[in-house]
């Protein structure tokens, strides 16, 4: 089974910074089945990136995603106030759908 | 607008089986391809992948509770529904429902419902 690992657990940031989150797999994956969720307190996760890099429907361009292999990163160029939450990375394999443990962006 | 809805007991006593239904609106679940998708979090853990439903009744679960859950679907109400046998305080989480699209480059959960919280104990 394949396990995703994220780091950081948790980023302070403040609005407008630029921030890269990691997502790594246990072994290499296929770029293909790898997706990226904002998930906000209270609420269900929201999908933002598929395939590695392709913006979900209605997703702003300041959110970009990149990788292959193990090593997969999310982007935010210029934090929202509303981009403070927490993101998972997720990866669709032989044994079905895995989430990492999620890295937590909060206010500074 | 796709929305999807859950609806079922907050709390549950050990041994028991969970019955969760989700209720799908502003989309069809005989439009193929069509998946329906559980998804559980369980209280400061990540999110843990139950199974899925295909359009046509094929399902798919996550091999660490196979032996437990089942996933069936009614297309008529337009509602898939899960069961989870033999509770135990570790199933207490948020349960989620979702769709699942599949289609070219696309493989994820892109609409969900507001989840329900499920309390195990006596």
């Known amino acids: 089974e394949i396990v995703l690992t994220q780091s950081p657990g948790t980023l302070s940031l403040s609005p407008g910074e630029r921030v890269t989150l990691s997502c790594r797999a246990s072994?290499?994956?296929?770029?293909?089945?790898l997706a990226w969720y904002q998930q906000k307190p209270g609420q269900a996760p929201r999908l933002l990136i598929y395939?590695?890099?392709r913006r979900a429907t209605g997703i702003p361009d300041r959110f970009s995603g990149s990788g292959s292999g193990t090593e997969f990163t999310l982007t935010i160029s210029r934090l929202e106030p509303e981009d403070f939450a927490v993101y998972y990375c997720q990866h669709y394999g032989y044994s079905g759908f895995t989430f990492g443990p999620g890295t937590k962006v909060d206010i500074k | 607008q796709l929305h999807l809805q859950e609806s079922g007991p907050g709390l549950v006593k050990p041994s028991e089986t969970l019955y969760l239904t989700c209720s799908v609106f502003g989309d069809s679940m005989n439009n193929s391809p069509y998946y329906g998708g559980w998804i559980r979090q369980p209280p400061g853990k990540r999110l843990e992948w139950i199974g899925n439903?295909?359009?046509?009744?094929?399902?798919y679960y996550n091999p660490s509770l196979k032996s437990r859950v089942s996933i069936s679907m009614d297309p008529s109400r337009n509602q898939f529904s899960l069961h989870l046998r033999s509770l135990t305080a570790a199933d207490t989480a948020i349960y989620y429902c979702a769709r699942l699209s599949i289609s070219g480059l696309l493989t994820a959960f892109d609409t969900w419902g507001r989840g329900t919280r499920v309390t195990v104990s006596s």
């Open positions: 072994e290499s994956v296929s770029s293909g089945f």
């Open positions: 395939a590695a890099s």
């Open positions: 439903i295909s359009h046509s009744g094929d399902t």
